[in-house]
């Protein structure tokens, strides 16, 4: 009888790590964005017996991520990283190697989902968006965003330099192609700051997501620079007239990533492969308006969806890879001209 005791604590011993393992700890932005990875990928990996996932939220802070890999105490064990974090956290460790024989074939996805430390999940874009029952003649280029006399109203930017000086240079006659190899030049960001005045007087900024759709529902501005998901989530609520103009949108990926030390890396890894497969990556575009990094995906997808997407031929036939390396490069110099400039 005193045995049972014993056996009872060592069996719960063997048991606890082998249940801790079947945990997965999954971080994203939350939001519509959330829900949607919960239909397509949380929901059928615990359906698939692999483990149970634990989501939590939070607003891009790469550095709870360092905290936890500096004190070796790593409690989340995927991540949903922007861009820039994803570069700065690969060279600075935070971040372990990506095992793409467990992924699946680096040929399936675009070229910017293939990172060495992390898997893109979807490709979103910035945009120009209108209200097509208060404009007549839609706009079609950024010539016509900044073009007052032919469309009156306001403008509305999000308020920084990335994204509006390239806008800039596209309404100055620059091709998207071009437009990273004429900004990196004094005369190319003079060029965008003095396009960026000329607009000055008619821009309303913006500083968080929601907004831009609500200045064009309440008649603030006549377009606006938007993340292409709001429309996609205005619309869905009704919104029907909001429309995106995807001429020369800037278009970007998030990133799944597994902090360096994650006990969990095996699970994770099943997770990221299950929500990298073109099943996942098709439901996922059914459910929020971002683009399917697994070119498969898009074979799985009715035209009426494909239209949504910023990865569909059409919206992506002039579209602008926004370049990180640039912004990591010259991003805090012309940050702080822009705000000089808006201040003024």
């Known amino acids: 009888m005193k045995l049972k005791p014993l056996m009872i604590a060592l069996a719960a011993g ?9 945990q997965l700890t999954v971080v994203n932005f939350g939001g519509a964005n959330a829900a949607a990875q919960k239909k397509a990928f949380f929901e059928p990996f615990e359906k698939s017996g692999a483990g149970k996932i634990t989501q939590v939220e939070y607003n891009g802070e790469q550095a709870k991520i360092k905290a936890m890999v500096e004190a070796k105490n790593i409690t989340w064990d995927v991540v949903e990283v922007e861009s820039p974090d994803l570069n700065r956290g690969c060279d600075e460790g935070l971040f ?8 699946g074939n680096k040929a399936d996805f675009q070229p910017a989902a293939v990172n060495e430390c992390g898997v893109g999940i979807f490709v979103w874009s910035t945009v120009m968006a209108y209200d097509s029952n208060k404009l007549k003649t839609p706009p079609t280029s950024w010539a016509d965003f900044w073009d007052t006399k032919k469309i009156p109203g306001k403008r509305g930017m999000r308020k920084g330099a990335r994204y509006n000086l ?3 240079l596209m309404a100055d006659g620059v091709k998207s192609a071009d437009v990273y190899k004429v900004l990196a030049t004094k005369e190319g960001a003079d060029r ?4 960026m005045t000329e607009l000055k007087p008619n821009i309303q900024f913006w500083e968080a997501g929601a907004q831009p759709p609500q200045f064009l529902v309440a008649g603030d501005v006549a377009m606006t620079t938007v993340y292409n998901g709001r429309i996609d989530a205005a619309q869905r609520e009704g919104k029907k007239n909001l429309n995106i103009n995807w001429n020369g949108g800037i278009y970007d990926l998030d990133y799944w990533v ?5 006990p969990n890396k095996d699970l994770a890894l099943k997770f990221i492969a299950l929500a ?4 996942a990556q098709a439901e996922y575009a059914r459910n929020i308006s971002y683009g399917p990094t697994n070119n498969k995906a898009l074979l799985k997808l009715d035209p009426k969806v494909l239209a949504l997407l910023p990865t569909s031929p059409a919206n992506s036939k002039d579209a602008l890879h926004f370049n990180t390396a640039f912004w990591a490069d010259q991003g805090e110099a012309l940050e702080k001209r822009f705000a000089a400039w808006a201040a003024q």
């Open 96 to 103: 372990e190697k990506m095992d793409w024989s467990r992924i």
């Open 258 to 262: 597994m902090p360096k030390g994650t």
């Open 192 to 195: 965008a700051f003095k396009k």
């Open 14 to 22: 063997i048991c606890l790590p082998v249940l801790a393992q079947s």
């Open 166 to 168: 390239e806008f800039a």
């Open 276 to 279: 990298s497969s073109p099943d």
